[in-house]
T-cell receptor, first 115, second 110 residues
Framework: GAGVSQSPRYKVAKRGQDVALRCDPI?????LFWYQQALGQGPEFLTYFQNEAQLDKSGLPSDRFFAERPEGSVSTLKIQRTQQEDSAVYLC?????????????FGDGTRLSIL | QQQVKQSPQSLIVQKGGISIINCAYENTAFDYFPWYQQFPGKGPALLIA?????SEKKEGRFTISFNKSAKQFSLHIMDSQPGDSATYFCAASNDYKLSFGAGTTVTVRA
């Protein structure tokens, strides 16, 4: 496909379980971003990769959140020991270059619900 | 701490009318100001973006106005159509990290 692809689209987990969310960026895009969007709010930055290097993880809410992009393409956001406050839509975005202020193209997100 | 403040939270406009959404920021290092449109169940889609060396940018029915001294920028949707009903987010950045406003839900009545 031509756009950013995220899977699964919906994920329901019980509190305390671990979850893994996948992002397939647009082919050839150097930069990849994860954002968290709470209900009725704008997206909040979580982390940024340039190729396989994680250059900024300042937005990750706690050490239960972990992201990787081992081969510089697909990325996984993992949340360990999930809590109810982790319920949100997790958005992935990619941009062509690693330069500042390039257009970011978003996927449709994974809606995570923690019971 | 929200770096970009957006208003109104929601608005209703008649078909053919003008929708106006306003945003304000504090960080003078911001140098890139995009607007995104989001439909329910979808990710944000880039609409239009502006840099501070330009006071206005128009693409089709969408216009951004930028006031650097006031640290404010706005989106005008001209000739609003029912298909424009969506949530609109302003954002700002000075590197790679986008700071989003809280969003404005626009409803266009036919």
């Amino acid at each position: 496909g031509a756009g950013v692809s995220q899977s699964p689209r919906y994920k329901v987990a019980k509190r305390g379980q671990d979850v893994a969310l996948r992002c397939d960026p647009i082919s050839g895009h150097v930069s990849l971003f994860w954002y968290q969007q709470a209900l009725g709010q704008g997206p909040e930055f979580l982390t940024y990769f340039q190729n396989e290097a994680q250059l900024d993880k300042s937005g990750l809410p706690s050490d239960r959140f972990f992201a990787e992009r081992p081969e510089g393409s697909v990325s996984t956001l993992k949340i360990q020991r999930t809590q109810q406050e982790d319920s949100a839509v997790y958005l992935c975005a990619s941009s062509l270059w690693g330069e500042a202020n390039q257009p970011q193209h978003f996927g449709d997100g994974t809606r995570l619900s923690i019971l | 701490q929200q770096q970009v403040k957006q208003s109104p939270q929601s608005l209703i406009v008649q078909k053919g009318g003008i929708s106006i959404i306003n945003c304000a920021y504090e960080n003078t290092a911001f140098d890139y100001f995009p607007w995104y449109q989001q439909f329910p169940g979808k990710g944000p889609a880039l609409l239009i973006a502006i840099r501070p060396d330009v006071s206005e940018k128009k693409e089709g029915r969408f216009t951004i106005s930028f006031n650097k001294s006031a640290k404010q920028f706005s989106l005008h949707i001209m000739d609003s159509q029912p298909g424009d009903s969506a949530t609109y987010f302003c954002a700002a950045s000075n590197d790679y990290k986008l700071s989003f406003g809280a969003g404005t839900t626009v409803t266009v009545r036919a």
